[in-house]
């Protein structure tokens, strides 16, 4: 059962428009989300991380936002780059002090030149 | 700084064999992660350690030992390599903060 969901393998995205990376989980007590952003034949980088006490945390050209409602959060990239073309995973904490970390499959990014 | 690295970058073992995987940072971070990534896949946790000298078992633990024996390095080992064992592992480090922050550059290993 796949606690945390990335259900967009890719997507294409003009450079500078905005790109939406999506992630939906099932477990409502997941309280600390992060997103990743991982290039071929690198580890990942982390991005940004958001806190379930918060809805929005804003980190330069990224944004991610979180509504727990309907347990999904998004990661916004505005302006879209060539450079940000990578695949990005989110990742949600199973339980607060665990270090044990669920990952999405991630969702691949295109930005088009 | 190195950040964190890896050692091999590659590894091609036979069914039965044992190896190996060294991890090492030089942030002085306490918290060190060990992480497998196979296509179609999230990142899982094989194991962690949150300080010298203490490891505890990730999401897929099966079939894999780690020691912690100096804070800068994290050992992980295959000690009878089987096929389902071919990955992408990635070792990550942190300071006491919550998710891992800094990753190495993976060992891509196959066993035969």
């Known amino acids: 059962d796949q606690q945390v969901k990335q259900n967009s393998p890719s997507l294409s ?47 330069g050209r990224f944004t991610v936002f979180l509504n727990k409602s309907a347990k999904h959060l998004s990661l916004h990239i505005v302006p879209s780059q ?14 607060s002090g665990t270090y044990k970390y669920i990952f999405g499959t991630g969702t691949r990014l295109k930005v088009l030149a | 700084n190195a950040g964190v690295t890896q050692t091999p970058k590659f590894r091609v073992l036979k069914t039965g064999q044992s190896m190996t995987l060294l ?55 295959l000690e009878s390599a089987a096929p389902s064992q071919t990955s992408v592992y990635f070792c990550a480090s942190t300071l006491p903060s919550r998710g891992p922050r800094f990753f190495g550059p993976g060992t891509r290993l196959t066993v035969l």
Request: proline content about 4%.
């Open chain 2, 23 to 77: 991890c090492a940072q030089d942030m002085n971070h306490e918290y060190m992660y060990w992480y497998r990534q196979d296509p179609g896949m999230g990142l899982r946790l094989i194991h962690y350690s949150v300080g010298e000298g203490t490891t505890a078992k990730g999401e897929v633990p099966d079939g894999y030992n780690v020691s912690r024996l100096k804070k800068q390095n994290f050992l992980l080992g």
């Open chain 1, 13 to 59: 995205v003009q450079e500078g428009r905005i790109s939406i990376l999506n992630c939906d989980y099932t477990n409502s007590m997941f309280d600390y989300f992060l997103w990743y952003k991982k290039y071929p034949a690198e580890g990942p980088t982390f991005l940004i991380s958001i806190s379930s006490i918060k809805d929005k945390n804003e980190d």
């Open chain 1, 82 to 95: 060539p450079g940000d073309s990578a695949v990005y995973f989110c990742a949600a904490e199973t339980t």
